[in-house]
């Protein structure tokens, strides 16, 4: 059974039966079509700008998955973030790239590791430079305001 | 009493033999139910690529203590991205001395690494490698020109 098959297992299963850490961030998480594309729909974290809403991931998965990262990103003009680009979506975060991805990681993993991006926003490589200056100014009120802005519009 | 055999089915289960001498608490190891950890299949089943266990398609014991199907471990070191690192614990992977279960696979992994070590010697094997040093080239070349740029921001481009 391919690798994709044995996640889809025990994803079904984790949410489920209602894991501690992954039901807390994930709403939804199903493949589309077939397992070479999913889709994610997390909650934001509490104590964050994003408490309240959920958010689409969409992830799909290369042939040489999981030698290869899966490529992830929000929906587009839904996820304001400093690491992330309002307009297509694109996430910047290490461990999707190809040269800090490990096989031993899976997709749950790789949707917790956004949820904790979007609880700590790393200022220092943008993708959102308004944001990330509003960041590195340590405004919250502006911080906590801009991102509002974006969500409701 | 008098008993007449008259037919016999043998059963017979097998798994690997793993050393199992990690009791220092030095490693969280099993608490996933002995499945590799790169394709999540059980140690004693096939890696994906194959359709029947065993000596086809066996397992390999890390120096780490971190087990993998053979095809699916050699399949990692084989990319340029693996830097030849344990997926796990991002030490070297090396096979464990001395197990009869590495045995048959230290030459194969010797070959390997070796070829490794000669790729990455001559030339910048990884495309993404190359990219990265062309921006970061670049990002120099505009740094010269440009002393007021932005130098938290160029950090970021480099970053990425």
């Given at each position: 059974?391919?690798?994709?098959?044995?996640e889809?297992?025990?994803?079904t299963?984790?949410?489920k039966?209602?894991?501690?850490?992954?039901?807390?961030?994930i709403?939804?998480?199903?493949?589309?079509?077939?397992?070479?594309?999913?889709?994610a729909?997390?909650r934001?974290p509490?104590?964050?700008?994003?408490?309240?809403?959920?958010?689409?991931l969409?992830?799909?998965?290369?042939?040489?998955?999981?030698?290869?990262?899966p490529?992830?990103k929000?929906?587009?003009?839904?996820?304001?973030?400093?690491?992330?680009?309002?307009?297509?979506?694109?996430?910047?975060l290490?461990?999707?790239?190809?040269?800090?991805?490990s096989?031993?990681?899976?997709l749950?993993?790789v949707?917790?590791?956004?949820?904790?991006?979007?609880?700590?926003?790393v200022?220092?490589?943008?993708?959102?430079?308004?944001?990330?200056?509003?960041?590195?100014?340590?405004?919250?009120?502006?911080?906590?305001?801009?991102?509002h802005?974006?969500?409701k519009? | 009493?008098?008993?007449?055999?008259?037919e016999?089915?043998?059963?017979f289960?097998w798994?690997w033999?793993?050393?199992?001498?990690?009791?220092?608490?030095?490693?969280?190891?099993d608490?996933d139910?002995d499945?590799?950890?790169?394709?999540?299949?059980?140690?004693?089943?096939?890696?994906p690529s194959?359709?029947y266990?065993?000596?086809?398609?066996?397992?390999?014991?890390?120096?780490?203590?971190?087990n993998?199907?053979?095809?699916?471990?050699?399949?990692?070191?084989?990319?340029?991205?693996?830097?030849g690192?344990?997926?796990?614990c991002?030490q070297?992977?090396?096979?464990?001395?001395?197990?009869?279960i590495?045995?048959?696979?230290?030459?194969k992994?010797?070959?390997?690494?070796?070829?490794?070590?000669?790729?990455?010697?001559?030339?910048?094997?990884?495309?993404?490698?190359?990219?990265?040093?062309?921006?970061a080239?670049?990002?120099?070349?505009q740094?010269?020109?440009?002393?007021?740029g932005?130098?938290?921001?160029?950090q970021?481009?480099?970053?990425?």
């Amino acid at each position: 059974m391919s690798r994709a098959a044995k996640e889809y297992k025990t994803i079904t299963k984790v949410l489920k039966e209602g894991d501690e850490v992954y039901s807390q961030l994930i709403v939804g998480m199903e493949p589309k079509e077939d397992l070479t594309r999913w889709e994610a729909l997390i909650r934001g974290p509490s104590g964050t700008p994003y408490e309240g809403c959920n958010f689409r991931l969409h992830l799909s998965l290369p042939q040489e998955y999981p030698m290869s990262p899966p490529y992830v990103k929000f929906e587009p003009y839904a996820m304001p973030h400093a690491n992330v680009d309002f307009r297509t979506g694109e996430i910047c975060l290490d461990i999707l790239t190809k040269q800090h991805w490990s096989p031993a990681w899976d997709l749950l993993h790789v949707v917790q590791a956004i949820g904790q991006l979007l609880d700590e926003p790393v200022s220092s490589s943008p993708l959102n430079v308004d944001i990330a200056n509003i960041l590195k100014a340590n405004d919250m009120n502006a911080y906590y305001g801009l991102v509002h802005y974006y969500i409701k519009s | 009493m008098k008993v007449d055999i008259e037919e016999v089915h043998s059963v017979f289960a097998w798994t690997w033999h793993i050393p199992k001498d990690n009791k220092d608490g030095s490693l969280e190891a099993d608490d996933d139910d002995d499945v590799c950890g790169i394709c999540r299949a059980s140690y004693n089943a096939t890696c994906p690529s194959c359709k029947y266990p065993g000596d086809e398609c066996s397992l390999v014991v890390g120096e780490c203590n971190h087990n993998f199907h053979v095809h699916c471990i050699y399949r990692w070191l084989d990319t340029t991205t693996s830097k030849g690192l344990c997926p796990m614990c991002r030490q070297l992977f090396q096979l464990k001395r001395g197990l009869a279960i590495n045995d048959s696979q230290l030459e194969k992994f010797k070959e390997l690494q070796l070829r490794k070590r000669t790729n990455t010697a001559g030339e910048f094997a990884d495309e993404d490698d190359e990219e990265a040093i062309e921006r970061a080239m670049a990002q120099q070349d505009q740094a010269e020109v440009d002393d007021q740029g932005d130098v938290i921001m160029d950090q970021g481009l480099v970053v990425r």
